[in-house]
């Protein structure tokens, strides 16, 4: 149960989408996908707007696993338990749609894929997916496919594109995950980050901001003792 | 959801990867100097004499046409948990049960041979059977009976002291990384014996001292 703006949601899952702009894909160096990349994130992650971002010791002091990175994404929250969608009724099954910081412990991660082991451990370390500052219903945003999606690091700009640059669109999203997998209420779907990415350090302030949803404001801070 | 006669809550289901010798070697992996993890969403699971549904999308494309079986023990988190030691473990667990980490065996090597995520394959809705109920009291989880039979006949048969990270390091380990809520399902791997099952297939799994999950494959209906 997390309470995101005025509206209280009971996810179940949280699904990303990998590879999904193609700036990033270039930056990255990933092949284009041919159908959607998809992994989870446990809801252990997940954080409100001004909650802090904790950066594990078990990361910091380690020189080879010390990066974390930021990925601003557009998040769509499932309304109602659906299962074989068609394109032509997604929207039906949205309640809303959210700002996402997928944030990614980039070393290990990039350590597990080169020994083609899961993309688990460093997508899912507590309080790595801030979510927020509210929902913007579905009524709001009439396309969700022209919206700026920026990210700051300490005021400076580092993402800075449009979700008309998303290679799977929403439609073609949810008629793919839902051809797996049943979704439930409340159950949010991260729809990938432009590129940009880079990475973060105690201290450091990230404003990840969407057009017509609002600004999500988390700070790192080191874990304690 | 309720497991025998035991509610839980479950927010997340964690998965160990490569935890016997055997079963390692039999899908070519390294053995790991540290745990494997994966996890499974909460759509996958199922109780004892529910059936299994073998998804279309699979059955219907030759390329991706194997679903494995998969038995595991599985241990429920009692109470909420960051950075356990191992010799705390105890506290931390609910009781013991049966699990079947059902998995789309030919997409999972598709996915993990071109550096993808190990999610679609694992997360079917059906594809995380568990029960039949949660045992609290055992005091010894390492030297028991694992044995699963596919319509009768005998296709995986170990035993938990096999395991390469025990209870108590997958504890310490995992809560190392990740809050660990009450309800949550930790499975501790599979020992070696994996193989296809089709639909109309009955699959018996037993462990001792908590019992046998029995669950039928079906075909999705169209």
Redesign the interface.
């Given at each position: 149960m997390i309470k995101i703006g005025d509206k209280t949601i009971n996810p179940?899952?949280i699904?990303c989408v990998?590879t999904n702009y193609m700036d990033h894909i270039e930056e990255t160096k990933l092949?284009v996908p041919k159908e959607p990349?998809?992994?989870?994130k446990?809801?252990?992650c997940l954080i409100g707007d001004a909650d802090p971002i904790i950066y594990?010791k078990?990361l910091f002091n380690n020189r080879r696993l010390k990066r974390v990175d930021y990925e601003v994404e557009l998040a769509f929250i499932i309304k109602d338990r659906c299962?074989d969608v068609p394109k032509d009724e997604t929207y039906k099954h949205i309640m809303g749609y959210s700002v996402f910081n997928d944030v990614t412990a980039r070393k290990m991660q990039t350590k597990d894929?080169?020994?083609?082991?899961?993309?688990?451990?460093s997508k899912?370390?507590?309080t790595f997916g801030p979510i927020g500052p509210r929902i913007a219903s579905i009524d709001e945003i009439q396309d969700p496919h022209n919206l700026k999606i920026e990210l700051k690091v300490n005021g400076e700009v580092k993402q800075s594109s449009n979700t008309k640059h998303l290679l799977f669109k929403i439609p073609d999203l949810m008629e793919y995950i839902t051809?797996?997998?049943?979704?439930?209420p409340g159950d949010i779907v991260a729809t990938g980050t432009p590129s940009g990415i880079g990475p973060v350090l105690p201290g450091d302030l990230i404003e990840a901001t969407i057009e017509k949803i609002g600004t999500l404001t988390n700070k790192v801070v080191l874990e304690g003792d | 959801m309720k497991i025998g006669d035991t509610e839980i809550f479950p927010t997340k289901i964690i998965c160990l990867g490569r935890n016997y010798v055997e079963h390692a070697k039999e899908m070519n992996s390294q053995i790991p100097k540290e745990p494997v993890f994966f996890c499974k969403t909460i759509n996958c699971l199922i109780k004892n004499g529910d059936p299994i549904i073998y998804p279309r999308i699979l059955f219907e494309n030759e390329e991706l046409n194997q679903v494995d079986h998969e038995v595991e023990l599985a241990l429920i988190i009692k109470k909420k948990c960051k950075n356990i030691k191992a010799v705390d473990f105890g506290e931390y667990i609910l009781g013991y049960t049966i699990f079947l980490d059902i998995t789309a065996r030919k997409l999972q090597l598709k996915d993990r041979g071109i550096n993808l995520p190990w999610y679609r394959s694992k997360n079917f809705d059906t594809f995380g059977p568990i029960g039949p109920k949660i045992v609290e009291d055992i005091e010894y989880p390492h030297d028991l009976k694992i044995e699963l039979k596919l319509n009768g006949e005998v296709k995986q048969s170990s035993n938990t002291k096999l395991m390469i990270f025990k209870i108590q390091e997958i504890i310490e380990y995992l809560s190392k990384y990740i809050t660990l809520e009450p309800g949550d399902i930790v499975a501790t791997g599979t020992p070696s014996g994996v193989g296809p099952i089709h639909s109309g297939d009955l699959i018996e799994a037993t462990i001792d001292k908590i019992g046998t999950l029995r669950n039928k494959v079906i075909l999705e209906e169209e």
């Open positions: 179940t899952k699904i990998g092949p990349v998809l992994f989870p446990t809801l252990n594990p078990l299962k894929i080169l020994s083609q082991l899961p993309w688990f451990r899912s370390l507590d051809s797996l997998f049943t979704m439930e | -």
